[in-house]
T-cell receptor, first 115, second 114 residues
Framework: SAVISQKPSRDICQRGTSLTIQCQVDSQVTMMFWYRQQPGQSLTLIAT?????????ESGFVIDKFPISRPNLTFSTLTVSNMSPEDSSIYLC????????????FGPGTRLTVL | GDSVTQMEGPVTLSEEAFLTINCTYT??????LFWYVQYPGEGLQLLLK?????DKGSNKGFEATYRKETTSFHLEKGSVQVSDSAVYFC?????????????FGKGTTLSVSS
């Protein structure tokens, strides 16, 4: 299995500011995904981040709001820009490929509250 | 597009009761099917999976069988415990296609009382 860590684990932010979430994996993986889980809801895919290419965003999510970096096969960042209270959610990183073949593993999540 | 439909919760059971959480899917290809569990205050964990028709995934007393004819992957456990209280998510993915993420159902909250 793959072990994934996320930083920060939680944060409380002011409206209009930005937060960058880091995702670190203990092995090289092909695919990394960012999901959002709004309070009491299921997980919604924000974007897919593959190393060496631009992130692919799902409908309703745009790069200006959620810029993503994927500099190597073990690391990715998601930035939540110009935050509003509606961005309050848990943001989860997950990985597939490499040692995580045919299975997705999830990080512990970052719980974001925007005031 | 592909989708997953789960039974609405919450499901409330007494300890040692039988559990079924229904899950059906719609997919154009031949997806892998998963059940994930989220315990209170924790992240998402893979509970079990099945990668082809008639496969049975099992873990911690939970089972689910991939039924292609009924496009279903119902989760069952013969005797639930209080520690099974959590949110359960059914999901599908075609990981054989590069860049394909999981599609989740809405989740079913299970509450088990002693």
């Amino acid at each position: 299995s793959a072990v994934i860590s996320q930083k920060p684990s939680r944060d409380i932010c002011q409206r209009g500011t930005s937060l960058t979430i880091q995702c670190q994996v203990d092995s090289q993986v092909t695919m990394m995904f960012w999901y959002r889980q709004q309070p009491g809801q299921s997980l919604t895919l924000i974007a897919t981040a593959n190393q060496g290419s631009e992130a692919t965003y799902e409908s309703g999510f745009v790069i200006d709001k959620f810029p993503i970096s994927r500099p190597n096969l073990t690391f990715s960042t998601l930035t939540v820009s110009n935050m509003s209270p509606e961005d309050s959610s848990i943001y989860l990183c997950s990985v597939a490929g490499g040692r995580a073949y045919n299975e997705q593993f999830f990080g512990p999540g970052t719980r974001l509250t925007v005031l | 597009g592909d989708s997953v439909t789960q039974m609405e919760g919450p499901v409330t059971l007494s300890e040692e009761a039988f559990l079924t959480i229904n899950c059906t899917y719609t997919a154009t290809g031949y997806p892998s099917l998963f059940w994930y569990v989220q315990y209170p205050g924790e992240g998402l964990q893979l509970l079990l999976k099945a990668t082809k028709a008639d496969d049975k995934g099992s873990n911690k007393g939970f089972e689910a069988t991939y039924r292609k004819e009924t496009t279903s992957f119902h989760l069952e456990k013969g005797s639930v415990q209080v520690s099974d209280s959590a949110v359960y998510f059914c999901a599908l993915s075609d990981l054989n296609q590069a860049g394909t993420a999981l599609i989740f159902g809405k989740g079913t909250t299970l509450s088990v009382s002693s």
